[in-house]
């Protein structure tokens, strides 16, 4: 390791000495306010001086040792959960604003709670931000009694919710939410033409569950509302089966990851014949190839049972992080319609963008924010960067004693499967329980088959819904519990040995406590830490281990399986070499992703810049702010939404093709600025002509009727969904029909003009 990383590590190391120490002296500070003598009535009753001090201004930090005593108390009696010490200082550092590793099993839920308590003093209200509906509902629920006990609110919103409901849930003390739900409301928030139909009210601070899954790995999806479009698309046909006669090498070739595919000279020739066209190439012919990239993509790069799955008539995608179905998420327009189409199923049309957040800028709306997860550390770097938020390691409550295992690694994947199949086996007859996590729900329901073969029966994990994965998940721990995942992220349930009964417990412990497989490994070493994280909670004994091979997608893109040169053999190979490399790709993998993800956040902050300050504007248009009749307010609240939706379609086109600027030697992020700045500046005149004409037209009648009669309302229905950002580093295809389109052009002029790499 370099002198000057080693350094670096050893001053961070020092540094989060440092702040553990300054939090164990609080927490002691904290325990000795012992709180056990009083009764129910003087606990309440300086839960009620708390709460006049921090409104009436006293600094949150002079109140933070005495509300945490009484949340400890108030835990022990409403909850039976008596907080350790690092649980509480978990909850200091939270309060700081620190985004906290606390193991799996350390207890997160209860940690929250003393921060959102502190924090909800105030009057201004703090939401939980989780990774599903589930764990909102649970969490709210189990750490309800101990908010209300001490005068404070507490609800969780769910998906489906009327408005009047959500309204209510969000002026609770405290909202457990999940972080696309949130989001998705502030959506709606955005076109409302009237305040009384908003439910968020400003937001104050937020502590956000599995941060790392949130912060960084959802971080860019973009949520979407659209007005609801029923209209049809009946060409994606005809590409899908032009693809399908399209064969790799002689018509059309990859990149060297694997993750686009254009066409060669022979298969333009070819596709040109198919479709008729005559020059694919010429500017008029621009829709049929973008049309026909999309469809090649989904043909050759978008996998049945690992990029998706088709239920019930329709596409649904998988979440990659996960291996769940991603409810209520696309693909964009274009590759959705050609996925939807290879699959021979009919497509329907997204309708008009109304208005789009991506997770980060959301999150990034709370003035106050802090964060926890059981693997932060190893992407510090880039929570630093992106939200300034620094990571405080915080150590477990008792010594973690599992197991780590070095990688075994095989020359192919029959050897690996045949040998995953008898290691299974073996631990399964003595009664251990066991934890397999896969790459993809083909894998698991494949391995799933081999386990049964071999008389292995198994619960298998990949598009259930929350509840019922949390069923299974707390039974994983059980005596001869076999349980395949495709992957443990977001799931937010502990597996406790024995399933939580002490005498099994202690059986299990004996056997060696749950024994985690990962049958493959991550780009990042943090998702691998989540799935070994499962094992080994509170200081119980267990095993990881990961098996992989030479022809696992990760390692075959980056040419190990020609480093290795090894012979095909069924047995484990023995060069210890391997694992060091397979580690340094890893994080060589990151730190591609970590500089794709700020390159990209160069196209979505602008973007963003330009939606914080006209939605200033139609706040305080909204408010009454600005001194206007009830009709000019809402004309042009109207026509605000009306050119935003309309600059939100520019912006996609561009998006699309900009990349075709640097074929002119123009960078595309600064053609991109310039060109949606000079669009963004046209859109006040837009909005004061088109007002002053509609205004005149309505003979400024502020009558609600004759607004219905020229249509000023909103969209009569909408729709909220997510798309998969199409430059997203992780998607098996990261380019559109049209930046392949560019690609193309520049492998042809590249021997002409002598193109250097861009």
């Known amino acids: 390791m370099n002198i000057a990383v080693k350094f670096m590590q050893k001053f961070k190391n020092l540094d989060n000495q440092n702040k553990l120490k300054v939090y164990r002296d609080k927490t002691e500070l904290i325990r000795r306010r012992n709180m056990e003598a009083w009764d129910d009535g003087r606990l309440q009753e300086e839960s009620l001086r708390l709460q006049k001090e921090a409104r009436s201004g006293t600094p949150l930090d002079e109140l933070l040792v005495d509300a945490y005593a009484l949340v400890c108390e108030a835990a022990k009696r409403k909850l039976g959960l008596q907080p350790y010490e690092v649980q509480i200082m978990a909850a200091i550092a939270l309060h700081e604003g620190f985004l906290i590793e606390q193991h799996t099993g350390e207890g997160k839920t209860l940690s929250a709670v003393m921060p959102a308590y502190l924090n909800a003093l105030t009057g201004k209200g703090v939401h939980v931000l989780t990774f599903n ?10 750490m309800g009694p101990v908010y209300r006990f001490l005068g404070l609110t507490v609800n969780s919103v769910q998906a489906g919710m009327s408005l009047y409901e959500k309204r209510e849930a969000y002026t609770k003390d405290i909202t457990y939410v999940t972080a696309k739900e949130a989001g998705f409301d502030y959506l709606r928030d955005t076109i409302a033409l009237s305040e009384a139909d908003t439910v968020h009210r400003p937001f104050h601070n937020v502590i956000v569950d599995e941060a790392d899954s949130l912060l960084l790995d959802e971080a860019r999806v973009p949520l979407v509302i659209s007005g609801d479009s029923a209209s049809s698309r009946s060409d994606g046909f005809r590409f899908a089966e032009v693809a399908r006669q399209l064969k790799q090498a002689e018509f059309y070739d990859f990149d060297e990851f694997q993750r686009n595919v254009y066409l060669n000279e022979a298969g333009a020739e070819k596709a040109e014949s198919l479709l ?19 469809a090649l993509h989904a043909e050759t790069l978008l996998m049945k049972d690992v990029d998706y799955i088709v239920r019930n008539g329709k596409i649904e995608l998988i979440e990659e992080y996960t291996g769940r179905v991603a409810e209520n998420r696309y693909l964009p327009d274009g590759l959705q319609a050609a996925l939807t189409a290879k699959e021979g199923l009919s497509s329907t049309a997204s309708g008009k963008i109304l208005g789009t957040i991506t997770i980060q800028h959301f999150i990034s709306l709370y003035p106050q924010i802090c964060g926890m997860t059981a693997t932060a550390h190893a992407s510090g770097m880039e929570f630093k960067d992106i939200y300034t938020l620094e990571v405080v390691q915080i150590p477990p409550n008792r010594p973690n004693i599992r197991i780590d295992h070095p990688h075994r690694i095989y020359t192919h994947k029959e050897a690996k499967i045949k040998s995953l199949v008898h290691e299974i086996s073996s631990v399964h007859k003595s009664g251990r329980p066991i934890l397999i996590g896969t790459s993809s729900v083909e894998e698991s329901d494949m391995l799933a088959k081999a386990l049964a073969v071999a008389g292995v029966p198994c619960h298998v994990l990949n598009a259930k819904n929350d509840a019922e994965e949390a069923g299974i998940i707390a039974k994983a721990g059980e005596t001869g519990a076999v349980t395949v ?14 399933g939580g009964d002490p005498a099994q417990a202690e059986v299990v412990a004996k056997l060696g406590g749950l024994y985690v497989i990962g049958t493959h490994v991550n780009e990042s070493m943090r998702i691998d830490d989540q799935l070994r994280g499962r094992s080994g909670r509170q200081g119980d004994p ?7 091979c030479l022809e696992d997608e990760l390692l075959h893109r980056f040419g190990i399986h020609k480093a290795a040169r090894a012979p095909k053999q069924d047995e484990a190979l023995e060069e210890t070499l391997l694992s060091s490399k397979i580690t340094s790709i890893q994080r060589i993998v990151m730190g591609q992703n970590f500089d794709i993800h700020k390159e990209l956040n160069c196209y979505s902050d602008m973007v963003e810049d330009q939606r914080r300050i006209l939605h200033a504007e139609r706040l305080r248009i909204l408010k009454g702010e600005q001194s206007m009749s009830p009709a000019e307010q809402r004309v042009r609240l109207f026509y605000i939404d ?44 837009k909005v004061n002509s088109a007002s002053e004409n509609m205004l005149e037209r309505l003979g400024g009648s502020n009558d609600p009727a004759e607004w219905e009669k020229f249509d000023l309302k909103s969209p009569t229905s909408t729709r909220t969904y997510i798309i998969n950002d199409q430059y ?31």
Not at 542 to 548: A, L, Q, W
Not at 661 to 667: D, K, V
Not at 737 to 747: D, H, K, P, S, Y
Request: glycine content about 6%; overall charge negative.
């Open 485 to 498: 995942s495709t992957n443990m992220a977001g799931r937010g349930v502990d597996i406790r040995l024995g």
């Open 642 to 685: 009306e050119f935003w939706a309309e600059h939100l379609a520019y912006i996609s086109y561009l998006r699309e093709s900009i990349h075709l600027e640097s074929l002119a030697s123009r960078n595309p992020i600064d053609e991109f600025h310039a060109q949606i700045t000079e669009a963004y500046e046209q859109i006040p005149s």
């Open 276 to 294: 008729g066209c005559g020059n694919l190439y010429d500017s008029h012919n621009s829709h049929l190839l973008t049309s026909l990239n999309c």
């Open 542 to 548: 267990g095993d990881s281990v990961f098996y992989v």
């Open 728 to 758: 997203s580093q992780n998607m098996r295809s990261s380019w559109t029909g049209t930046t392949v389109f560019a690609f193309w052009i520049r492998m042809i002029m590249k021997p002409v003009f002598k193109l250097s790499k861009y």
């Open 133 to 142: 509906e589930y764990l909102a509902k649970r969490d709210a629920e189990w």
